[in-house]
């Protein structure tokens, strides 16, 4: 099942690129166990998304029709945003979350009903399920890059201005702050690692202890953000997040101390290239009924304790794969302990 799917994506990737050859991001190299190193070695996998400035967008009926656009869709974006450093005003990423505005809808919904205990009958095909993607993967890896070994209480200090002013004029913030996003990336990285120093478990349990592990449903459900507005925040959140990590530095607490060392290179990097007014967030919008027919389903929800299975330990990233995706086994090793998902 997966080497279909596998081989399904691929094609539509192809479409996507207008069926050139391949046009693969690069991939900015940093200091071994630097923070620009744990964020992008991550992030490689996206170099191969479609780029959004020459790619073939696919609309209406064909899109919605096909998970597989989705899952092309939200990587495009997520490549964008990362290697490319698109603006999010830019008009190609506008359209593409036009398009997934609809799609984060309807698993916002499915993801409530499950919570409701009353499950729809017709399962999501959650393997390119937009949210889940950004939020319970990207988001989650990222966080972890930028918290590193540090204590989570003095990188909040770090993290919550920063998001204030990511946040600052994007009209679909509603009184979102960064407070409120940092809470919930912890909350929810303690439901995919284990905190096992004394301090972090205070902090932990001071916000009231660990979510599920995608925080942007966490926050959809707590009425804190739309399931629409809630992508363009996402893809907000993780520019602003792979912006501190464009640095040699350690860690977010050493950035600024290493920058104003001679000959440092904490701040050397890619240029991060701004948008010239904050990105308009989308008005909400419903898949049309019967949505879900003709969708290919691929089940295996990786989460923490549930899906198929899911070991998730450690801090270091050491990324290795023992399998290739299309195998359907795929893991990361950081530290000493062992990240993993098996899928059917």
Same mark, same amino acid.
């Given at each position: 099942?997966?080497?279909? @799917? ?24 940093? =200091? ?65 979350l ?5 799609? /984060? ?42 918290i &590193? ?11 919550e201005?920063?998001?204030?002013a ?11 702050? &960064?407070?409120?996003?940092? =809470? ?5 990285f ?8 004394? &301090?972090?478990?205070e ?7 660990k ?11 707590? @009425? ?9 925040? &996402? ?13 040699? /530095?350690?860690?977010?607490l ?8 001679p ?13 010239? =007014? ?53 893991g ?5 302990r ?7």
């Amino acid at each position: 099942m997966m080497a279909a @799917k596998e081989e399904h994506d691929e094609a539509t990737r192809r479409l996507w690129r207008g069926y050139q050859a391949p046009d693969f991001a690069e991939v900015p190299r940093w =200091r071994e166990d630097s923070l620009g190193d744990r964020c992008f070695y991550g992030l490689r996998s996206y170099a191969r998304a479609p780029r959004l400035a020459s790619a073939t967008v696919p609309a209406g009926t064909g899109f919605a029709a096909d998970s597989a656009h989705w899952g092309v869709a939200i990587s495009a974006l997520i490549r964008a945003v990362t290697l490319d450093q698109v603006p999010l005003s830019d008009p190609v990423v506008s359209e593409v979350l036009a398009l997934l505005g609809p799609v /984060a809808e309807a698993e916002a919904e499915f993801d409530r009903a499950w919570t409701e205990g009353t499950p729809p009958e017709e399962d999501f095909p959650e393997l390119d399920a937009p949210l889940s993607t950004l939020g319970a993967s990207v988001l989650i890896d990222v966080t972890w890059a930028v918290i &590193g070994l540090d204590p989570i209480e003095s990188v909040m200090g770090v993290l919550e201005p920063h998001l204030d002013a990511a946040l600052a004029g994007l009209d679909c913030a509603h009184g979102l702050t &960064g407070q409120v996003l940092t =809470r919930a990336l912890i909350r929810a990285f303690a439901d995919h690692h284990v905190l096992e120093e004394p &301090g972090d478990v205070e902090t932990l349990q001071r916000l009231g202890g660990k979510s599920e592990g995608n925080p942007l449903t966490v926050l959809i459900r707590d @009425k804190a953000m739309t399931p629409t507005d809630a992508l363009t925040i &996402g893809l907000t959140v993780l520019t602003a997040l792979t912006d501190l990590c464009r640095t040699d /530095a350690s860690s977010v607490l050493a950035r600024d101390s290493e920058a104003r060392l001679p000959g440092s290179s904490a701040h050397a990097g890619p240029p991060v290239h701004r948008a010239a =007014r904050p990105p308009r967030c989308l008005p909400s919008a419903t898949l049309p009924p019967k949505w879900f027919e003709n969708v290919p389903v691929y089940p295996g929800r990786c989460n923490h304790l549930g899906g198929n299975v899911v070991l998730c330990i450690g801090v270091l990233g050491i990324h290795m794969p023992f399998f290739g995706q299309q195998d359907g086994i795929h893991g990361v090793l950081r530290g000493a302990r062992l990240s993993f998902a098996v899928w059917p």
